[in-house]
Structure formats: structure tokens, C-alpha cells
């Protein structure tokens, strides 16, 4: 063998230039230092004097105390390829110690990075730290420690290739047959309620994390990749049969794609606000990618021959952003895919009102909605809108449920016949009293008891058609939003005006053609849903019965037609006022016949179209 000096100056080792360094290590925690030279099939460590084939090793880490090693100290930092090898980082560190224990049972060499390694440590458990086999210090901050060969080959390299286990031999890189992973808490950090500053955001970006997940996860065959510590007892499981089911690596496959997915989701949404375009006048980005987490399998779709499920949207819009999708089910049969659009249509009407206020609903129309300071007075009068459809329905207040009210909503009876009590699919409520939410639970075991928090405003609706989605604003707009501009000659009074506006809140949440007729805070009558407005107008009529003189009408859209049609059909069944939006070419038709009959019109120029 070719002998050779080294001169060390402090911490920089001089070698001659015919020969090549194999490693260096330097770590921060010790004065330790090491180094190996290679020289055709030999390797020399300052002070040692070895003969051993290159392909055999990766490393050799002489440590320079007095300029001598063991052998046996330097063989035993090697890495033996072929050994069961798992790899372990982790912020999410639920469970550590029974990964950790149950993996070393089973003869698993751990290697894990900084602060799991010291978890797992601290739990009694044996572990190569990751600078020990790339032999390279954690650098950047902590940005750059498994972004290695020594470890994505070990993780990307097929089993089934021979030229691929040739080349981790001849590099002396060692396989990794788990991989267990989860991310820096970047959703929670910049979700969180005290905020976070964009550089902090950035440094919550992970990056090593991201690229080990994905590299086991298209390696599956031969790597198990794990990213929910739930799915740790089954990982234990597995390996102690010893099966190869390519079914349940594929499960822990899509799991990881998943996670990275929805993780990128989130930074992505992220930074479209951060860039300034999302906080803008555009909320509309060139691309969008939306996360959703499965909250529940339903028992059927629409109708009994479909399947459904129900997700829940964790984009960061969503976050502390209300509805029902959050909302607390503290009683009753699980939710049906009509219970859940219902309990959305009755909530988000009720949302509107600013005084105490019930709100009745069947298939997502309002039947019934009424404000009064006293609240029992106003679920009566909801109910009493509409009997007949608000049996089986839906009802929402805006106020707290108490025992006095949940007892009404336990005892009413149907005004169609003064003995039938009224049975109802969902109560919905932001808030219950523990003695009314005892006697609300009394009134069935199959009552839905729902606890939800206000929606935010300003987000995003989307509609889903055939190979796209439609999105759009969400209609957020108040009576306090617009003006309702008086077209004709005589001018609303104080209350009929108050009528109006009752009015039109409660028509937006009505499936279009859309006729609401209100009066005194209380919603008389409604038509929906019907192809021409005209006949919208005489089912509301109808149902409004003779309380209809002086009341105020309420349409989603403006009138086509005057004469002999929907607006003198309403002036001659005694309305009060109109308040429609204006906009037809014969708008002027419609102020002349209110003009003939003595009827306030006014404009809001605001359609609310519902589909």
C-alpha cells in the first residue's frame, strides 16, 4: 500500500492531489473530525492502516483522537447493505415511542433526523441519526438534511433491477423498507387566529419532507410509506405477517399522494393571497385545487338507489369560517345528503335576520319564516305560514334554543288541525341551553340536533356541471347594501318599506321563479321553482290567503309582463307594495299599473336568481 502525509491545519486536512477524498464529516457537537482517502482498491484513515474493498463500504469514519482508531470502531459505523432499514421524520410525533418500539422489535435499524431522533431516544429506543449515514450536516437552517443519494437512493432504488442493486453497491447505499413521514405544520400555522408573517409562512414550507413521501410512495413495491400515525398499528400488523399485499401498499401509496397534495393545496392558496391578487378585486385564480377531507359515508345519495358520501372543504378559506359542514350533531339519526342540503338552505336563511327569527324548511325552500322579540311567537308564526309543508321539514332559529323554547318545539301542535304534533327532521341553532338541548333530546331519538356557527362572508360558491365547476361570489348583499329606489307615484310607508325588505331577504333564498309575500316580519306565502312567474305569484297568493291586503310582494327577478299578467294579478289581490329589481323593457308597463291601482313599487336593480 501506498503510504502518505497528512498535514492538519486547525480544522483544514492538506492531502497530496493524488489522491481523491471519499468524505469528510465534521460535526459542531464534537472535536471530532474524520476523513477517508481512496486510492484504486485500498482506503487509508490517518494513522490506520487498512486493505478493504471498496464496493463493500460506504463509509469508514476514522475519528482523529490522538490520530488513532479501532478497526472495530470504524466497522462499526458502517452500514451493512441489506439490513431492515426505517426512516423516521416527524412533526406530527403522535405515537412515536409504539413506532419506534414496535419497528425495533422487529429488527428494524432506525434512522430519524433531529428532533424525532431525540424522541425516540428519550424513549430507550436505538437511532442512526441521517448526518451519520450521508455523512453531512444538517445546513440552512434545517432546509437541507435528507436531501441526499445516500438516502432517496435507498428509497427510489428497485428491488427488482439488477443494475439498480449494483449501483447502491457499488456506492455502498443501504435500502429503506419504511418510510414514515408528516410535515412541517404549515396549515395550522398561517390558519391560526394570531397570524402569521410571510417569512414565517415560507420557513413553514417543507421541502425534504414532500420529496421522502413521494419517493416511497412511487417505490411503494418495495418501501411502505406511512403518513397518519392511525395507520401505525396496521403498518406493525403487516410486517409482522410478513405478507406482501401490494393492495395495502397501494392504500399507504395514495394515502401519501394525498397528503403531499393537500399540503401543496394549502400553500398554494396561500400564497395567491400573499401575492396580492387574492386580497383584490380578483378572487377568481388562473388555477384552484381544492382539498377535501371525508367527514362521513352517507347511507344514499339524493335517493336510496345512490351512493353519497360527505366531505368537508379544508381549504383555508373555510378555516373558522362557519356552516354547516362544522356544525355539532348532539342528538339523533345520522345525517342523510338531503338533511345536510336542508339544514344548509334553513341555516343560511336565518343567518339573515337580524332580530330573533325561525325559519322553516322543506327540499331547501323557506315555507315559513317570521321575527318577532319574542321567539316562541315567531317559531308559531313560521310554522303557521305553511303547516302542511313545514310537517317533516327543517327548522333554524338565530338565537339561543332554551328549555322555555324547546319545550314549544317539543309540545306545538299542527295548526291545520290543533292535535297533530309537528315532527321535524333537523333543529338547527347556534347555541343550546343544557336544559333544552335535555328537552329537545326527549322529543325523538331520531330528531337531528344541530349546533353550527355563522357563515363567514365573502366566500366562494361553486356548482359543479358536467366536466367543470361553476364558481362564483356567494349572494351576500343586505337590505343595507342597496337602495330601494320608489318608481311610482305613491311612496311605501315606514312599515310597508320594512315589509319590502322582509320581503326580499327572504326571496333570495328562494329556488327561482321566486314570489314571497310578507307582512308585519312574517312570511305569509311563497312560490318557487315554477317556470313562469306568474304562476310563482298565484301559489303565493294563495297560501297568503286574505292576509294578503297591504302586504309587501317580494320578486327574485323582474316582471316581463304588467297587464293582465303577474304584476296587475298582485295589484288586484291588494298588495301594498312590489319590490322587484327593474330591468324589463316594459318596466314602465309595471310602474303604470301599480300607478292605476294605488300599489308602492320599488326597485332594489339586484336579481336574486336561485337555481
Known sequence: MVGFAITSTSSCYIVPSTFSVLHFCSSSKTSHSSIVLCCQDSIRVPGIQLSLSIPRLRLLKAMAISSTASVSELESMSIDIGNKQALISLSDKTDLALLGSGLQSLGYKIVSTGGTAAGLESAGISVTKVEEITCFPEMLDGRVKTLHPYIHGGILARRDLQHHMAALSEHGIGTFDVVVVNLYPFYDKVSSSEGVEFDEGIENIDIGGP???????????????VVDPQDYPNLIDFLNGKLDDQQFRRKLAWKAFQHVAAYDSAVSEWLWRQSGEGNGEDNFPPGLTLSLSLKSSLRYGENPHQKASFYVDKSLSEVNAGGIATAIQHHGKEMSYNNYLDANAAWNCALEFKDPTCVVVKHTNPCGVASRDDILEAYRLAVKADPVSAFGGIVAFNVEVDEVLAKEIREFRSPTDGETRMFYEIVVAPKYSPKGLEVLRGKSKNLRILEARKNARGKLSFQQVGGGWLVQESDDLTPQDIQFKVMSEKSPAENELNDAEFAWLCVKHVKSNAIVIAKNKR???????QPNRRESLRIALRKAGKDVKGAALASDAFFPFAWKDAVEEACESGIGVIAEPGGSMRDQDAVDCCNKYGVS???????????
Not at 312570511?523 to 321553482?529: A, D
Not at 313599487?601 to 337555481?611: I, K
Open 211 to 225: 420529496a421522502m413521501i413521494r419517493a416511497a410512495a412511487k417505490n411503494h413495491k418495495d418501501v411502505l410509506v
Open 523 to 529: 312570511m305569509l306565502g311563497m312560490g318557487s321553482g
Open 601 to 611: 313599487l320599488v326597485f332594489t336593480e339586484v336579481r336574486h336568481f336561485r337555481h
